[in-house]
T-cell receptor, first 114, second 113 residues
Framework: NAGVTQTPKFRVLKTGQSMTLLCAQD?????MYWYRQDPGMGLRLIHY???????AKGEVPDGYNVSRLKKQNFLLGLESAAPSQTSVYFC?????????????FGPGTRLTVT | AQKVTQAQTEISVVEKEDVTLDCVYE???????LFWYKQPPSGELVFLIR??????QNEISGRYSWNFQKSTSSFNFTITASQVVDSAVYFC??????????FGTGTSLTVIP
């Protein structure tokens, strides 16, 4: 059972380049999330999805887009990367009603924008 | 909106000492859940515990215990007889009814052998 996986694990981008981070879960969870973690800031929610084909904005959505075409996958896109997007990105999933159930996290993607 | 405060940024203890990590929260919800996660040096986030606001009984799991006090809006985490493997960043989290988790800024615990 792989749980939550993220691709890639590391990436270096130049300012203005684009990329997509892929998150996959094999637990048949309805809810999926993208967070960024910055030193001294904890984890902050970027976007989330309550089901296939639906997405919603979190606390820090600017500069990011997401898509959930399949229940098991949640993609995070950066259209024009900026140095301020240098961070560690975590994907998570939960069974349902995330306020009651724990979120399961992927291993993270370390992104550096130069 | 939910708010979680972990005032202790870094804590260092010597192995076998007890240590308490503080978590203070704010919410207008009458029913809510609180969570603790551990992030070891390897980077992954590991779920430790979930607590319902209706249940104020302390919880103990091995060397770990949690003290939930609604009157002071606190959900503190104590490690008894700390070990080097306990070295990690610990996060307290409070979700809202819209399914968004709000994390504290974390407490970095270093256990010195």
């Amino acid at each position: 059972n792989a749980g939550v996986t993220q691709t890639p694990k590391f990436r270096v981008l130049k300012t203005g380049q684009s990329m997509t981070l892929l998150c996959a879960q094999d637990m048949n969870h309805e809810y999926m999330y993208w967070y960024r973690q910055d030193p001294g800031m904890g984890l902050r929610l970027i976007h989330y999805s309550v089901g296939e084909g639906t997405t919603a904005k979190g606390e820090v959505p600017d500069g990011y887009n997401v898509s959930r075409l399949k229940k098991q996958n949640f993609l995070l896109g950066l259209e024009s990367a900026a140095p301020s997007q240098t961070s560690v990105y975590f994907c998570a999933s939960s069974y349902s009603l995330a306020g009651r159930y724990e979120q399961y996290f992927g291993p993270g993607t370390r992104l550096t924008v130069t | 909106a939910q708010k979680v405060t972990q005032a202790q940024t870094e804590i260092s203890v010597v192995e076998k000492e007890d240590v308490t990590l503080d978590c203070v929260y704010e919410t207008r919800d009458t029913t809510y859940y609180l969570f603790w996660y551990k992030q070891p040096p390897s980077g992954e986030l590991v779920f430790l515990i979930r607590r319902n606001s209706f249940d104020e009984q302390n919880e103990i799991s091995g060397r770990y215990s949690w003290n939930f006090q609604k009157s002071t809006s606190s959900f503190n985490f104590t490690i008894t007889a700390s070990q080097v493997v306990d070295s990690a960043v610990y996060f307290c989290a409070l979700p809202n009814t819209g399914n968004q988790f709000y994390f504290g800024t974390g407490t970095s615990l270093t256990v010195i052998p």
